[in-house]
């Protein structure tokens, strides 16, 4: 027996996720046109009372669990946010001390061991900066 719309179309079955009525399936207009009803009738029969206060608890914890999780998820992607900027000041605490030594060093330049210090922490230098543009998250 086919359950008609007003509007003249066959009704779907679709389900209930209300705490009166949890999973409980009924016949409903498939366009869900504001025009049209909704709800044509039920196609399961009632639960009981028991039935409907277990589900409903378990939908409860469900959502509070769901809750919680993103709570934790949202906290470890701070955390990554977190580590990652604090990786990207040290990187850059190290360029600032590498250039300043660097800048000490010019005075030197007649030494040649001075000038072979003076080339490392410049490749250093280039290298770090190489690495924070590698590693900026999009």
Same mark, same amino acid.
């Given at each position: ?8 179309? %066959? ?9 009166? @009525?949890? $999973?409980?399936? !009924?016949?409903?207009?498939?366009? #869900? *046109?504001?025009?049209?009803v ?11 009372q028991?039935s ?12 509070e669990?769901? %809750? ?9 992607? @701070?955390? $990554?946010?977190? !580590?990652?900027?604090?990786?990207? #000041? *040290? ?32 490749? %250093? ?14």
């Open positions: 027996m086919a359950v008609r719309c007003a509007c003249g179309l %066959e009704g779907v079955i679709r389900t209930s996720w209300t705490n009166r @009525n949890p $999973r409980r399936r !009924f016949y409903g207009c498939p366009t #869900l *046109s504001p025009t049209c909704n709800f044509l009738g039920w196609y399961d029969p009632p639960m009981c028991r409907v206060q277990i589900i409903s608890g378990l939908l409860r914890s469900r959502n669990l769901e %809750e919680i999780l993103a709570m934790v998820e949202a906290k470890q992607s @701070n955390a $990554r946010k977190l !580590f990652f900027l604090l990786e990207v #000041l *040290s990187r850059c605490a190290r360029i600032e001390k590498l250039e300043r030594l660097l800048g000490n060093l010019v005075a030197y330049k007649t030494r040649e061991h001075l000038r072979r210090i003076q080339k490392a922490v410049l490749v %250093e230098v280039i290298e770090l900066k190489k690495e924070l543009r590698l590693q900026v998250p999009s």
